[in-house]
């Protein structure tokens, strides 16, 4: 994780140059606006919490395809659209599943498509690098937990 960290960390740098990282006031707040500091540490080691995952894995590893209107099946995965575009939200390749299903993760097809099981398409992020199996199990363990955010 740690090199995924850093990749995050070099985005926001640039960010930063061309738009204030965090909108705006810049110092001391993190990508969604909060202070650094408070709660989880979005640069630490990666927990089963929606704050660390976004931090840790749909910024920097899926928003780059997954984000703005011709984001693929609809999905975006940046920091303010991807709460409300998995929890509760039938998948556009199989809408029979929840992107992701509530304290089911073996039935959320976000999972489905992280371990290259899916019914339809690829396995994420496309073309790889997968996730390795901690990450992936902390995401699972989330879902597991009631998906709060
Ligand atoms: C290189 C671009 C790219 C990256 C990076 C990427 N995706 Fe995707 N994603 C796609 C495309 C294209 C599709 C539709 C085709 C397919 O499923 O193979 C897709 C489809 C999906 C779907 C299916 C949505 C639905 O409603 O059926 C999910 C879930 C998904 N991606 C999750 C992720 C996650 C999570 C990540 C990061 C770990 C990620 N993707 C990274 C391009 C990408």
Same mark, same amino acid.
């Given at each position: 994780?740690?090199?995924?960290?850093?990749?995050?960390?070099?985005?926001?740098?640039?960010?930063?140059? *061309? *738009?204030?990282?965090?909108?705006?006031?810049?110092?001391? +707040? !993190?990508?969604?606006?909060?202070?650094?500091? $408070?709660?989880? !540490?979005?640069?630490?080691?990666?927990?089963?919490?929606?704050?660390?995952?976004?931090?840790?894995?749909? /910024?920097?590893?899926?928003?780059?395809?997954?984000?703005?209107?011709?984001?693929?099946?609809?999905? #975006?995965?940046?920091?303010?659209?991807?709460?409300?575009?998995?929890? !509760?939200? *039938?998948?556009? $390749?199989?809408?029979?599943?929840?992107?992701?299903?509530?304290?089911?993760?073996?039935?959320?097809?976000?999972?489905?498509?992280?371990?290259?099981?899916?019914?339809?398409?690829? #396995?994420?992020?496309?073309?790889?690098?997968? +996730? %390795? *199996?901690? /990450?992936?199990? +902390?995401?699972?363990?989330?879902? %597991?937990?009631?998906?709060?955010?």
């Amino acid at each position: 994780m740690r090199s995924v960290y850093w990749k995050w960390g070099a985005a926001c740098v640039v960010a930063a140059l *061309a *738009a204030g990282c965090g909108g705006g006031s810049g110092d001391g +707040l !993190d990508a969604n606006g909060r202070p650094l500091g $408070e709660g989880e !540490d979005p640069g630490g080691p990666m927990t089963a919490s929606f704050r660390s995952i976004q931090a840790q894995v749909f /910024t920097p590893v899926c928003s780059g395809c997954h984000a703005g209107g011709a984001a693929p099946a609809g999905l #975006r995965l940046d920091a303010g659209n991807s709460y409300m575009m998995l929890v !509760d939200v *039938a998948s556009v $390749e199989v809408p029979a599943l929840k992107r992701v299903q509530r304290g089911n993760a073996n039935n959320s097809y976000l999972i489905h498509k992280l371990e290259g099981h899916a019914a339809v398409g690829a #396995r994420m992020p496309l073309g790889g690098p997968f +996730l %390795d *199996a901690a /990450t992936i199990s +902390l995401i699972r363990r989330w879902i %597991d937990n009631g998906a709060q955010q």
